[in-house]
C-alpha cells in the first residue's frame, strides 16, 4: 500500500508479506503490487464482540459464512459468535462446531462466545472450562437475549471463569420487571400502549453486577448499554478502579424511542430504544471511554418475523454492514471522536477484552488484519443489497458518511473496491 | 373528515372532525328513529369484522351499524380460524379483502395492530380500530362523547366546563386512551382517576389530571366513567385484594349520593357488578350505561358512512 493515511494522519508505505506487516515506512520499495492509497485511511481490521450469526438452527436468517460475508463487507475481520443458537452453544461440541464453519468461511475470525448456563435457562452453570479448554478457546459467555438474572449464579459464573481469565458478558435485563415488555418505558408508551421496558430494570442489573464483580474480583461485561442511568453507574464503577467494561450498539448511538410511532418492528430490539437523552449519555460515555466499545449486536431475522404487528415481532437489527458507517457519522464526523478513538473503540479495545492478539493494531510483525477506508465517501443504506441473509436494517434509505473500500484478513485482500473477491485464507 | 381514510386513533380526528362524526350520528339517529331503521346508503359494500380477541357486544354493535346502512358484512373470528393455526394478521387481511371486503373493523389484542393493517401496505381497504392492546377504541370514545352531549346540549359544539372522570385500570385501558384524547379536544377537563400501580408511567405528556382520591374529586365531576377491572390485574399485584379496590375505587351508593345534581354515570360494558361499580349504581337513575349501547350504533353507523363515503344520508326514513 502506498502513501496510505493512518488513524494518527501519518502517511505511510505499508507492505504485506506471507499474512503478515512486513513493513511500515515513509518509502517502501517492493516487487509486490501495489495498492495506491491516497485519499483512505488504513486501520486496523474492525472486532465485534457482539454478533448473531444464528448457525447452528436458525440457518434461513444467517449462517456463519453469510454472516462472515456481511463482517468483511463491514470491515470486521474478527467477530464473536453469541451463543443462542440452537441447540444452544452451551457445551465444548457445539462451540467447536462454531468455530470450525467460521474456519471453514475463511473470511474473518469467528470466535464462539459460550453459553453462561445450560440452554440459557438461567439455572445451571454450563461447563465454561470445558469449553475454554476446548479448540475454540472459548474466553466470553455470555445468555445474551436473556439475563443471568439469579445472583447467586451470576455469583458463580463470575467467580469459575478466573481460572482462566474468563469475561461474563451480561445482557443486563431484570426479567421480572421487563415481563411482557415491548419498548422503553415513558411518555411514547403510555401514548401508544406497549407495555414499558423501564431504564432501571436495566440499570439496576448493571448496578448489581458491578458490586458483585468487584466483590469476586473478576471481569464483567456489560452487553448493550443503552441507557444515561447505565453510563452514570459504570463511569462511578471505573472512578473506584473496578473492572467492568461496557458496549454499545450503533442503532442505540443514533434512533430514538419515537421510531415505534408507527408500530413498524423494524425498530423492535432488545433492549429497546430509548430517549433523545439516552442517546446522548451514550454518545457522550462512548467518547470519553467510559463505554469502551462498540458492539453490532447483529440480529438476523427472517422478513416474515417483522412482517407483522408489533408484538408478535421479533426483537433485533442487523449491523455488521453499517456499523463502522454510523459510528463514523454520529461520532468522527460530528467531531465528538478522532480516528485513533474510533480505532480504540472498534478494535483495539475489543480485542484486548476478547482477548483476541491477531486483531487490534497495525505493527510489523503481527498479521496483517487491515481495513481502508473511505472516511469521506457517502452513501445509502439499501436493505436489498445487504450480505447478510436477513434484511431487517433500521437504517434503510438513510445517507451515511463514510465507506470501508478494502478488508484484509491475515494478508488475503478478501473484499477489494466493497466487493468480496471470493478468495479464501488457506 | 377522517382524512386518511382510517380511523385508528382518536388523532385521525381534528375537532371538527370528531363534531362531524358526532353530527352524522345524530342525524341519523333521527332519521331511524321511526318505523323505519334501515337505511340503503352502503347497499352492495362489503365490510369485515375482523375479531381476533373475544368481543360480542362490539362485534355485534359495529354488525348491526353497518347492516343498518346495508353493507354486507363478514365475520371473522380468530377463534377455531386459520389463526389459531398460525396464519398472520397480514395474510387473513389480504384473504378477506380478496373476498371483496372495502372496509376493516378489526379488534386486536396487540398495540398497532389496526395502525399495521393500514399503513403497511398489506391491503388497501379502510381500516376502522375497534380496540388494539392497550392502545385506543376510537369508536367507543366517540358514543361516550355523543352520550355527554345528549346530556349536557348546553355544551353542544364546546365541551369547555364540563370536568369528566375516569376512573380505573388507566394503564391497561384503550378507552381511557382514546376518551383522554377525545373529551380533551372537545373542551373538556378530563381526570384520571386510579390507584398510582395503574397510572402508567409517562401520563404527564397527556393533556388530562391525574387523582389518586375519587372522594376528593367525585362531587366536581358531570360525568363519571367507571372502568372496567380485569381479575388478572389482581393476581399480578397492581392492587392488594378486590375489597379494598372496590372501596377506595369502587361507585357505590354514597358516592353516588355526592354527585353533582346533573352528573350521569358511565360504563364502557362488561361490567363487574360489586367491583367497580355496584348493581344499584349501575342501575340507578344516573346511569346511562344502556343509552351507551345505543348511541355506540350510531356512532359506528356514522363512521362507516363517513369512510365509505355511502349515498347521501336520506333527510327521511325510506323502504329499502
Known amino acids: ?426 | 373528515m377522517i382524512t386518511s381514510g382510517h380511523l385508528l386513533s382518536i388523532n385521525d380526528l381534528t375537532r371538527d372532525g370528531a363534531f362531524e362524526v358526532l353530527d352524522t350520528a345524530r342525524e341519523l339517529s333521527r332519521i331511524t328513529d321511526g318505523a323505519i331503521k334501515k337505511l340503503p346508503t352502503l347497499r352492495g359494500r362489503t365490510v369485515v369484522n375482523l375479531f381476533f380477541e373475544d368481543s360480542t357486544r362490539t362485534r355485534l354493535s359495529f354488525e348491526a351499524a353497518a347492516k343498518r346502512l346495508s353493507a354486507d358484512v363478514i365475520n371473522f373470528s380468530a377463534k377455531g380460524s386459520s389463526v389459531s393455526k398460525g396464519e398472520s394478521l397480514k395474510d387473513t387481511a389480504q384473504t378477506l379483502e380478496a373476498m371483496g371486503a372495502e372496509l376493516v373493523i378489526v379488534r386486536h389484542g396487540s398495540s398497532g395492530a389496526a395502525a399495521r393493517l393500514a399503513q403497511s401496505g398489506w391491503i388497501r381497504s379502510h381500516v376502522v380500530n375497534a380496540g388494539d392492546g392497550m392502545h385506543e377504541h376510537p369508536t367507543q370514545a366517540l358514543l361516550d362523547a355523543y352520550t355527554i352531549r345528549e346530556h349536557f346540549p348546553e355544551h353542544d359544539r364546546d365541551f369547555s366546563g364540563l370536568r369528566i372522570g375516569v376512573v380505573g385500570d388507566i394503564l391497561h385501558s384503550r378507552v381511557a386512551r382514546s376518551n383522554a384524547l377525545l373529551l380533551t379536544s372537545l373542551g373538556a377537563q378530563v381526570v384520571l382517576i386510579a390507584p398510582p400501580t395503574l397510572i402508567p408511567i409517562g401520563v404527564s405528556s397527556w393533556p388530562v389530571e391525574i387523582s389518586y382520591d375519587l372522594d376528593a374529586e367525585i362531587e366536581l365531576l358531570d360525568a363519571i366513567m367507571m372502568l372496567r377491572v380485569q381479575s388478572e390485574r389482581m393476581s399480578d399485584a397492581f392492587f392488594p385484594s378486590e375489597r379494598e379496590y372496590a372501596r377506595d375505587y369502587g361507585l357505590g351508593a354514597e358516592r353516588v349520593k355526592a354527585l353533582k345534581e346533573r352528573a350521569i354515570i358511565m360504563h364502557p360494558g362488561p361490567m363487574n357488578r360489586g367491583l367497580e361499580i355496584s348493581a344499584s349504581s349501575a342501575d340507578s337513575e344516573r346511569s346511562v350505561i344502556l343509552e351507551q349501547v345505543s348511541n355506540g350504533v350510531l356512532v359506528r353507523m356514522a363512521v362507516l358512512y363517513l369512510l365509505m363515503g355511502g349515498t347521501a344520508i336520506p333527510t327521511e326514513g325510506v323502504l329499502v
Open chain 1, 1 to 426: 500500500m502506498k502513501e496510505v493515511r493512518l488513524a494518527d494522519s501519518e502517511v505511510v508505505d505499508v507492505e504485506i508479506r506471507g499474512g503478515i506487516i512486513s513493513a511500515i515506512s515513509t518509502k517502501i520499495t517492493s516487487d509486490l503490487p501495489t495498492l495506491d492509497g491516497r485519499g483512505v485511511l488504513l486501520l486496523p481490521g474492525l472486532v465485534d464482540l457482539h454478533t448473531h450469526l444464528r448457525e447452528p438452527g436458525k440457518e434461513s436468517s444467517e449462517t456463519v459464512l453469510s454472516g462472515s460475508q456481511a463482517a468483511v463487507k463491514g470491515g470486521y475481520t474478527a467477530v464473536s459468535a453469541m451463543a443462542n443458537t440452537s441447540p444452544v452453544a452451551d457445551t465444548a461440541g457445539v462451540v467447536e462446531q462454531v468455530a470450525r464453519l467460521g474456519a471453514k468461511a475463511g473470511l474473518c475470525d469467528v470466535f464462539p462466545i459460550g453459553a453462561v448456563t445450560v440452554g440459557l435457562l438461567g439455572e445451571q452453570l454450563a461447563e465454561l472450562s470445558a469449553m475454554a479448554d476446548s479448540a475454540a478457546g472459548v474466553r466470553i459467555f455470555s445468555d445474551d437475549g436473556r439475563c443471568v438474572s439469579d445472583p447467586l449464579l451470576m455469583r458463580r459464573a463470575l467467580e469459575y471463569v478466573k481460572s482462566f481469565n474468563g469475561v461474563i458478558a451480561q445482557h443486563a435485563q431484570d426479567p421480572i420487571l421487563t415481563a411482557g415488555a415491548q419498548m422503553n418505558e415513558g411518555a411514547v408508551s403510555s401514548r401508544l400502549g406497549l407495555q414499558g421496558w423501564p431504564a432501571i430494570a436495566e440499570e439496576s442489573i448493571i448496578a448489581r453486577d458491578i458490586l458483585l464483580a468487584n466483590y469476586v474480583q473478576s471481569r464483567l461485561h456489560i452487553c448493550h448499554l443503552t441507557t444515561k442511568g447505565g453510563v452514570e453507574i459504570v463511569r462511578w464503577a471505573k472512578s473506584q478502579g473496578m473492572a467492568v467494561t461496557a458496549e454499545v450498539t450503533p442503532h442505540h448511538l443514533l434512533l430514538t424511542e419515537d421510531l415505534a410511532e408507527r408500530y413498524d418492528p423494524i425498530y423492535k430490539v432488545n433492549p429497546p430504544l430509548r430517549t433523545h437523552e439516552d442517546v446522548e449519555a451514550l454518545r457522550a460515555g462512548l467518547a470519553d471511554g467510559t463505554i469502551d466499545i462498540v458492539a453490532t449486536d447483529h440480529a438476523p431475522h427472517p422478513a416474515e418475523d417483522k412482517d407483522c404487528e408489533w408484538n408478535a415481532a421479533a426483537f433485533g437489527m442487523t449491523g455488521l454492514e453499517t456499523a463502522f458507517s454510523v459510528v463514523n457519522t454520529v461520532m468522527v464526523q460530528s467531531g465528538k471522536m478522532d480516528w485513533q478513538t474510533l480505532v480504540e473503540r472498534m478494535s483495539a479495545k475489543p480485542a484486548e477484552i476478547g482477548g483476541y492478539k491477531d486483531h487490534g493494531r497495525i505493527a510489523v510483525g503481527s498479521l496483517a488484519n487491515l481495513i481502508l477506508v473511505d472516511p469521506t465517501k457517502q452513501w445509502k443504506v439499501d436493505r436489498s443489497k445487504m450480505l447478510s441473509r436477513s434484511s431487517n436494517t433500521p437504517f434503510h434509505d438513510l445517507t451515511f458518511t463514510g465507506e470501508v473500500l478494502h478488508t484484509f484478513y491475515r494478508g488475503v485482500h478478501v473484499m477489494r473496491d466493497g466487493q468480496l473477491t471470493g478468495l479464501k485464507h488457506e
